[in-house]
Structures are given as C-alpha cells and as structure tokens.
C-alpha cells in the first residue's frame, strides 16, 4: 500500500485574516477572570511561590532540612528534661477509687532499686533520681476527697498517673467497680480543665488469678477509654512495672498547655517566714522550688498564691539544686572538691531585685471619687426651701416605745407632713391611733382565750426523717420549679399588672424593630459599678502584644532552682500555710493587668451529669485558671451579634456566656464551674473556657406581653387582656406587634377606656392566635466576687 502524503490547505495571498477584538489600554472582565481562575492578588513573595520555582530534587532537599531540624528541637527538648540539671519531671499520682492506699503505692515506686537516690522535701514532695535512665523524678501525692487540692497538683504536674486498685479482699476482686464515683468526678474535672501527659497504671493486680489479670486489665481499659480512648494500661507492682512507668513517663511526648505555660509557676518544695523590724504581723514569705513553663520569671511581676491572693516580690534567689547536690554527692565519693561542696549548706545567689518603679500596683480597682462629678452651688430658692423642710414635722405610726432616732429610719410612705404649730393635730392623732391599739390587743387577747391547739396523729411519725426535712427549702424548691416550667412553656412572657400602669411598672424598658440591627448605645444608663473596673480599647490587640513580650522578659528561666521573696504577707496567712497538710503550694506569675478588676465573659457548657437547670445570678464557684472565686453571674446567649438575649436560666445540654465581675483574665484559659451543696461537697455543673474582658457586651433582657384576639375582621382585630389602662395603649403605640403565628402588626387605636385596642396586621388572624409584644432592657451583674481562701 501506497503512503501518501496528505496535503494541508495553505491560505493564499489574498487570504482574509480577521483582526484580533481591541479593548483598549485594559483587559476585559472575561480576560482577567480566565487568568486569574479564583487566584487572590499576591502581596509579597511567599515560601509557597518560591518552592513552586523549585525543581523536584530542591523540593525534596528542603523537606528533609525542615525534618532535620523539627527532630533536633524535640531531641533538644527531651535532653532538657531528661538531664540533671534541668527540673525534674513532676509525676500526680491520682487514684480513681476514694479507699486506694497511696502511701503504698508511693512506696512501691520509691523502693523499686538499689541504684535509686530518694529524697523527701519538707513540703512532702518524693525526688527520686533512676541512673539507669539518666533522669529524676518528683512524685506530688494530694489528699483523697479535696477535689480543688487535686486539680491544683495536676495543673502543675508534667504527667498524671491514674492508678487502680484491685481490692484487697479475693471475694471482692471481680465486683469492686474499677472507677467509683470519686474517679469519675475527679477525671472529668481534669479533662475539663486540660490534661498533661497521661499514664493509667493497675496496682495489686497480682493479687488476682494469673488467668483473671488479663480480663480485668481489659476491663480497666474498656472503662478508662471513656476519657483516655488512646492510653494503655500498666501494671505497677514489680520493679519491672516500676520501671516501665517511669521509663513511658520520661520518654512520652509532653502535652503542653498555654494558659499555664505562658505564666511561670513553682511548687513550694520548703517555705519559712521572717517578720518584719517595722511590723509583726506582717513580713516576708520565703519560697523555693523549680520554676516551671516557658516563659521566664520577672522579679517585678504581681504572683497569685491560690487560695491566699496576689502579692509582691522583693528579690528572687537561684541556688544549686539541693537534691542534684546529693545525688552528685553519692555518685562522686572519691573528689574531694564534691564531698566539700556537698556538706556545706547550698549557696544562694541574690539573682535579681525588685524595681518598685516598674512593679504593678496590688489594688485590683479604681476607687471613684462622688465629687468629680459636675457640682452648682444652691441658690437662695434652693436654701429657703431645704429650711422650711426642716421645720416640717412627719407623723408616722410607729409601736408604741419606739424613739425618734428609731422612728427616722420607718419608711414615712403613709406619714402626714404637718407644720410647726399644729400640736393639737399630733395629740389627737396620737390617742386615736392608741385606742386602736388597745381595743386591737384586747381582741387579740380574747382570741387567744377562746381558741386551742390540738396535735392528733393516727399512725406514729417518723420523727427522725422529718427532722432532716426543711420546710422552707421545700416550699422554695417548689416555687423555683414551678417558675422554670413556666418559663420552659412561656418563655419571657410577664403578666400586665392590673393595680398599676403598665409604663409605669415597665419604664426602664424599650421597643425595638430588629433585635440585630436596632441601635443601642453601650455607654448609656452604666452603673456606679463600671467605674471600679478596668477597660481595654482592644481587648484582642493587647492580649496578643502581652503574649509576645513575654516570650523577650529579662527573668529568670525556667528549669532553676530558685528562692522566691513574697513582701508584706499577713502573720496569720503564714500559719495557715503551715496547718496545710499534704496540699501543693502553687505560686504563679501574673500577667500584667490580671489584677485588675474588669467585666469577664466566660463560655459555659452545661455538665452532662448535672440534670438541673441552673438560675441566673445563684451564687456558683468558678475555677478560672490558677485563680477560684465565687460570683452570682448572668447568662446571656452566645451568638455573634452586637446585643445578647438575657437567659434567666441555664438548662441542661445547653452553652450560654456568663458574665461577672472579676479580676481581668487573658483568654485561652480553661474554667470549671461549681455548686455548693448543704453538705459543702463541689459538683461540676459546668465548663468552659475565657471569652472576653469586655465592659461594653449588651445583655438585653426580654420581657413579652401577651394578648388574646377578641373580635377578628380580616386584617383588623381588636386585642384584650394585654393592657387594662388607655394611657398604657397609648405610651406603648409605637411598638411593633408580633403573634406566635408569625404575623406582623402595630396598634391603631384604643377602644373604650378598659384595655381593649384596634391593631392592624399584614395578613389574616386566626382565633387561636396570641398576639405578643417584646420589650427589652439591659441588665448588669450584681458586684457579688468573693475570692476562696484555704480553711
């Protein structure tokens, strides 16, 4: 077969070629959207434009330099913590059943090998020092039962070992619950507040069968992995288990926390107390342990001591490690130089001094002056007036015996005004009110004669569980169900008084067309209470300037061993400090500002194993951070709007923003909300975490008054049972009208002179609608912030 070649067609010379479509000196819209393809404007030359330039080798080079160096920082990072001369790692040990012997597990742990170094601070805290895996180890133990003892010893902890115990008893081995309700309160604390790294270990387990100790650690993982769904279960009895523990501990990827990282914090190993020459019941806190975190410590930073409040320091001093200095002491018998070292007391180093110019003041508020306010002089009408006032005389009717000093502070709402010279007026005033008083307490007197009280019971009582029942508490909770089922039903939806008008029982209130978009000044109407607290132009700005100085404070860094100096501290603080048994001492940098008094809007999600609803403005306990204090907040809705709708209850499964008082607080940071029961035991209700410190959030409470159509014409109803007065029609005309049907409406005018009006709406009414009227009002929490001291 042939191939030939096919012929293309060639234009000739007189061939017409189009010219290409002109637009000017620009691209049309259509060009530039076929080359851009959703493309965004670049600003500057990015990595990701410069390694499109790359070639596939340069690519894959530069991905092993960025490995190369992520694996130098951990593997520095690790080396950090594993030497001796950084602080040693701080093992929790938590137990999930209240009757787990501790002490034994503690000693368990200290006595797994000849090798190890163990020491005991005066504060309680185990150090134990493993050559075999060239690191140390502190070991905090906090008391079984004291919920606030323990969160504060895992928020300091670098590891959390949940441990639990096979009972004692071989009949109970199988039957004891592997987390009671301790453990279960306590880890879903921890959770809500941010864990560390974890460890769950199983201790006793020996005690069991050879052939039930794999089901029961089966059975401790299946009920653990509720919380900790990624951790394995250890045994912890042998050396081996010992050693295994401490081994995951030190080598396990450290979870880090920023609302505790970026705050320096110690855990007092020993603490003393020197008075001051110029007074004895004040003087000066002495402070050691490691400082921990990653931001360095400044001398001139306010501290917080949990429980005991804010103070200031006058000095910190390093000084070698005590603990280290024993451990080179054994290891090193044979130089001389070492052995000299190790017996003379540790050496301390006055590392930096307090400027008082640049430390922050402790005063948490601003204290208002009433005069700064604009003042007038009175005028002559003015005085004239206030002294015919004085020569006025009130007649009130008071009990009998009662002096004018007392009878001053009788509210004189029924009192007549009478004048200097009408005496006569007094006297007959006052017999006439004691023979009313007589003939009232001779009828008195005859009732009591006349009527007696007889007790019949037909069946015996239970004179013990009735002794136990408060009948007011009864009375009250039955009260404050009914009002939540009302409000669940109805919600916001308040009965019109009849007695009184209804623009005067609602005059702080106001209409608004739209909830979103209405205007509502944040500045108006404040209460004397804004203006004791703290305001920030920017709240979001100057938290994250705060955030990048600390990170370049000139202070001591993390890892030391160190002396804290804590100036002007109360005699009878320092012996509660001593009556502390087993409870971690926690001292923490401050953040500047966090001492200041502001308006804190915290998020809140309510605890699935708390069914109750919780009312607005209770009084609750919140943990927020390092800090806990108690407050009776307001809850508003979260949303993204400018106004926020008032909750006056916080239900179940359900997130709402509570607002209080309380000192400034620098968001991301953790808070767990309590309620006190009779029995003073804390229950988890709630939890969350900082939103803002922002003054200027409008809460709006609403108010709904409802009406029922009366007579129905197409668009044209006439409305009752919303107001009982003509002048309230008319004050509250203005207002838009809703029904619970979706229609739309204003009223038009008033009928008769009984509350009965004529509205318009824009579409057909059915009968069996409600016809509603919003009105709303903003509300402010009540100065209610109390901090928690140590009993």
């Excluded at 005991?120 to 133990?141: C, D, E, W, Y």
């Amino acid at each position: 077969m042939n191939m030939m070649k096919q012929e293309t067609h060639r234009p000739g010379a007189l061939k017409q070629s189009n010219k290409k479509h002109k637009t000017g000196r620009h691209r049309s819209k259509s060009a530039i959207n076929n080359d851009l393809k959703g493309k965004q404007n670049i600003i500057g030359k990015s990595s990701k434009h410069f390694e499109k330039n790359l070639g596939r080798d340069a690519r894959r080079n530069r991905l092993l330099q960025f490995r190369k160096m992520k694996r130098e920082e951990i593997l520095a990072q690790k080396r950090n913590l594993s030497s001796f001369s950084s602080a040693p790692l701080l093992i929790c040990i938590i137990p999930l059943q209240s009757d787990t012997d501790v002490k034994n597990i503690l000693s368990v742990v200290t006595s797994m090998d000849k090798t190890t170094n163990v020491a005991t601070s005066p504060s309680g805290i185990a150090h134990i020092s493993v050559p075999r895996l060239k690191q140390r180890f502190s070991f905090i133990v906090p008391p079984i039962g004291d919920v606030l003892a323990t969160l504060d010893a895992a928020k300091v902890a670098t590891t959390i070992l949940f441990v639990t115990c096979v009972a004692t008893e071989a009949n109970n081995d199988m039957q004891r619950e592997v987390i009671d309700a301790w453990g279960k309160e306590i880890i879903t604390s921890c959770l809500a507040q941010g864990l560390s790294s974890t460890i769950v270990a199983v201790h006793n387990i020996q005690r069991l069968h050879i052939k039930k100790r794999q089901e029961y650690k089966q059975s401790v993982q299946r009920t653990i992995s509720k919380w900790l769904p990624e951790d394995k279960v250890f045994e912890l009895d042998t050396v081996a288990d010992c050693l295994n523990v401490l081994r995951r501990a030190g080598s396990q990827k450290q979870k880090s926390l920023f609302y505790k990282d970026i705050r320096p914090y110690l855990l007092a190993e020993e603490i003393s107390f020197e008075c001051e020459k110029e007074s004895l019941d004040f003087g000066t806190l002495m402070v050691s342990g490691y400082l921990r975190g990653t931001a360095p410590l400044s001398v001139n930073d306010l501290v917080h001591i949990p429980g005991f409040g804010n103070f200031k320091m006058s000095r910190i001093a390093i000084s070698r490690d005590p603990y280290l200095i024993e451990h080179e002491r054994k290891k090193c018998v044979s130089d001389d130089k070492m052995r000299t070292e190790s017996r003379n007391k540790v050496e301390k180093t006055v590392l930096m001094i307090a400027d008082p110019e640049k430390q922050e003041s402790l005063e948490s508020e601003y204290i208002p002056d009433p005069m700064d306010a604009e003042q007038t002089w009175p005028t002559k009408e003015e005085l004239a007036e206030a002294a015919s006032n004085r020569n006025r005389k009130i007649v009130k009717v008071v009990p009998k015996g009662t002096s004018e000093y007392q009878a001053a502070w009788i509210p004189d709402e029924d009192g007549e005004s009478l004048s200097v010279y009408s005496e006569n007026e007094l006297e007959d005033h006052m017999s006439v009110e004691e023979a009313r008083s007589e003939t009232a307490s001779s009828e008195n007197l005859q009732d009591d004669e006349q009527y007696e009280t007889i007790t019949i019971s037909e069946a015996p009582l239970d004179e013990c569980y009735d002794r136990d029942i408060d009948m007011f508490e009864e009375k009250q909770a039955m009260e404050n169900f009914k009002e939540e089922k009302m409000n669940a039903q109805f919600p916001d939806e308040v009965d019109t008084p009849q007695n009184i008008l209804a623009k005067t029982r609602f005059q702080k209130y106001r209409g608004l067309e739209s909830f979103r978009t209405s205007p509502w000044d944040p500045k108006e109407n404040l209460p004397f209470d804004y203006s004791r607290i703290i305001e920030f132009a920017d709240y979001d700005c100057r938290r994250k300037h705060i955030y990048k100085e600390r990170k370049d404070i000139d202070g001591v860094s993390p890892g030391c061993y160190i002396q804290v100096y804590i100036t002007r501290v109360n005699k009878e603080t320092f012996k509660t400090f001593a009556m502390i048994e087993n409870k971690p001492l926690v001292v923490v940098a401050l953040l500047p500002y966090e001492n200041k008094m502001s308006l804190l809007n915290i998020v809140l999600k309510h605890s699935s194993n708390y069914t109750q609803p919780i009312k607005s403005k209770e009084r609750l306990i919140f943990q927020c951070g390092f800090r806990r204090f108690t407050s009776c907040p307001i809850f508003s809705q979260h949303t993204n709007g400018v106004k926020h709708k008032y909750e006056r209850y916080f239900y179940p499964e359900s997130i709402v923003v509570a607002s209080m008082y309380a000192p400034v607080t620098f968001s991301p940071c953790p808070v767990l909300c309590y309620i006190e029961s009779k029995s003073g035991k804390l229950e988890l209700i709630a939890s969350g975490s900082v939103l803002s410190c922002n003054p200027n959030r409008i809460v709006l409470k609403r108010v709904v008054l409802s009406g029922h159509p009366y007579k129905v014409n197409k668009r044209s109803v006439v409305v009752r049972f919303m107001f009982f007065h003509r002048e309230d029609i008319e004050w509250f005309k203005p207002i838009q009208l809703r029904t619970k049907y979706g229609r739309r409406g204003h009223i038009k005018e008033p009928l008769g002179t009984h509350g009965h009006m004529k509205c318009i709406f824009n579409g057909q009414l059915k009968s069996q609608d409600t016809v509603l009227m919003n009105l709303y009002k903003r509300v402010f929490p009540k100065w209610t912030y109390e901090p928690i001291d140590y009993k």
